[in-house]
């Protein structure tokens, strides 16, 4: 049997084992401030971003991959308003989070939100804009792949792949740095020494982030234009946002 390991107060997971299951569900809107800096500033600059790539012409449609419990959509929703256009699609695997996020929106005729592996050959017709926050780590890089070349064919023209990681330095010395800035971080939103080695024993084989470049590397490969339409929008040591524009 797996061990269990504390990483949030009464928050337990197994090592190697982390999941997003009914008490993570519970916990995590206040779990994942103290786990990933500057969250919210996140959100509101891909909000911020969604008005350059929604024109409310059409049917525009903005696919949330790993929504979660619906922290973006929520923000999306009270920008463009409960009817739409646009339309909003909120994707996770685990039922415990999406039961959170409907709650979190309630009744709107513009928001969906749909139980499914993103990693499964899923599509997103006619999509405007496609996010993806915190999530592409737990895909495996060959799925991974396979993820954004699908996105890239999907996209409409004009429209754009935003997604935000934990990636790996270039060098071991700067993930060095990169590493200690990032348990100073969590130290100081009261996470204990216990809770922070407890927290990435769970992630083992869970978590699998890349560098910068590789991400580059992928978004060449599915036929973005990483001279031109990729560029990055957030960066707080081995926190990365990348926007991708499809010409």
């Known amino acids: 049997m797996q061990e269990k390991t504390t990483v ?7 090592e190697g084992g982390w999941t997003f299951d009914e008490q993570v569900a519970e916990e995590f809107d206040a779990h994942v401030r103290k786990s990933i800096p500057l969250y919210e500033q996140v959100q509101s600059q891909v909000v911020d971003l969604a008005d350059w ?3 409310s012409e059409g049917e525009e449609k903005v696919y949330d991959l790993g929504c979660a419990t619906g922290t973006t959509i929520e923000q999306l929703v009270n920008r463009y308003g409960t009817e739409g256009p646009p339309s909003f699609i909120g994707i996770d695997i685990q039922a415990p989070m ?3 996020a409907r709650e979190r929106i ?3 005729s513009n928001v969906d939100f749909l139980q499914a592996d993103v990693s499964s050959h899923m599509s997103f017709p006619g999509a405007s804009m496609v996010i993806s926050l915190f999530t ?10 396979e993820l954004v070349q699908q996105i890239y064919d999907d996209l409409e023209y004009g429209g754009a792949f ?5 990636t790996r330095a270039r060098s071991s010395q700067f993930q060095d740095i990169w590493n200690e800035e990032y348990w100073d971080f969590k130290a100081s939103q009261g996470l204990t020494e216990e809770e922070i080695i407890g927290k ?12 910068v470049a590789e991400y580059e590397d992928i978004l060449t490969d599915a036929g973005f234009d990483v001279d031109r339409d990729v560029d990055i929008f957030f960066k707080w040591f081995p926190w990365t946002g990348i926007v991708a524009r499809k010409r």
């Open 98 to 100: 999406l039961d959170r």
């Open 8 to 14: 949030d107060g009464s928050l337990e997971q197994s």
């Open 53 to 55: 790539f929604l024109q």
């Open 200 to 211: 990435a024993k769970t992630l083992r084989g869970q978590l699998r982030p890349l560098t």
């Open 106 to 108: 309630g009744d709107c």
């Open 162 to 166: 935003v997604f935000a990681e934990k």
């Open 136 to 145: 592409m780590s737990f895909v495996r890089e060959e799925d991974r792949r």
